[in-house]
């Protein structure tokens, strides 16, 4: 299973929103509502920041949300924050009952 | 809250086998309340999912590793282990252990990583 795609960096200043997406296929995005996000920054654990879809953990900011439409899935930040700064990855349940992540987007708080 | 640790060796050779553990405190392996996964990250690359298991179910791996590894449970010491075969310095990662809530297809709770070295 290839890795779900994409953009390598998406760059904004505080305040503006950004969107994230994450393109995969009718096996794994396109199959089911099973996509999640993560934030991982330098020396943390990753956080999973939104599942199925669009659902926020809670303590996860609203400032976070997350979308699908057919096999691309997005993630959404708006009022962008320098603590938002970090590595951000889809990963989606597949028919294989497996899991396969993206190829991971670097957000960079200008 | 659940909080994960893992424990193992930091370096290993090549043509050995990675042994790693996750110990979970906060909650039960033996519940049945979690899928129990691990997932790395090379150097300068992005998360590759490895395999789960299930307390009252089966075992399932990625298909690029599904001939090296094992994923297994202590239930005894609430911990549970992976072991990869045969590896290599593509096998040099950060190493996560992750769970799962039952019913949930996201990685819910991780731990801090462990990097994993591959070398003579």
């Known amino acids: 299973q290839s890795a779900l795609t994409q953009p390598a960096s998406v760059s904004a200043s505080p305040g503006q929103s950004i969107t994230i997406s994450c393109t995969g296929t009718s096996s794994d995005v396109g199959a089911y509502d099973y996509v999640s996000w993560y934030q991982v920054q330098p020396g943390k654990a990753p956080q999973l920041m939104i599942h199925d879809v669009s659902n926020r953990p809670s303590g996860i900011s609203n400032r976070f949300s997350g979308s699908k439409s057919g096999k691309t899935a997005s993630l959404t930040i708006s009022g962008l924050q320098a603590d938002d700064e970090a590595d951000y990855y889809c990963s989606s349940y597949t028919t294989s009952a497996t899991y396969v992540f993206g190829s991971g987007t670097k957000v960079t708080v200008l | 809250q659940v909080q994960l640790q893992v424990s193992g060796p930091r370096l290993v050779k090549p043509s050995e086998t990675l042994s790693l553990t996750c110990t979970v405190s906060?909650?039960?392996?033996?519940?049945?309340?979690?899928?129990l996964g691990w997932i790395r990250q090379p150097p300068g690359k992005g998360l590759e999912w490895i395999g789960y298991?299930?307390?009252?179910?089966?075992?399932t791996y990625s298909p690029s590793l599904k001939t090296r590894v094992t994923i297994s449970i202590d239930t005894s010491e609430n911990q549970f282990s992976l072991r990869l075969s045969s590896v290599t310095a593509a096998d040099t990662a950060l190493y996560y252990c992750?769970?799962?809530?039952?019913?949930?297809?996201?990685?819910?709770?991780w731990g801090p990583g462990t990097l994993v070295t591959v070398s003579s």
């Open positions: 992750a769970l799962s809530d039952f019913g949930d297809y996201a990685f819910d709770y």
């Open positions: 298991t299930y307390y009252r179910g089966s075992t």
């Open positions: 906060g909650g039960s392996v033996s519940s049945g309340a979690y899928y």
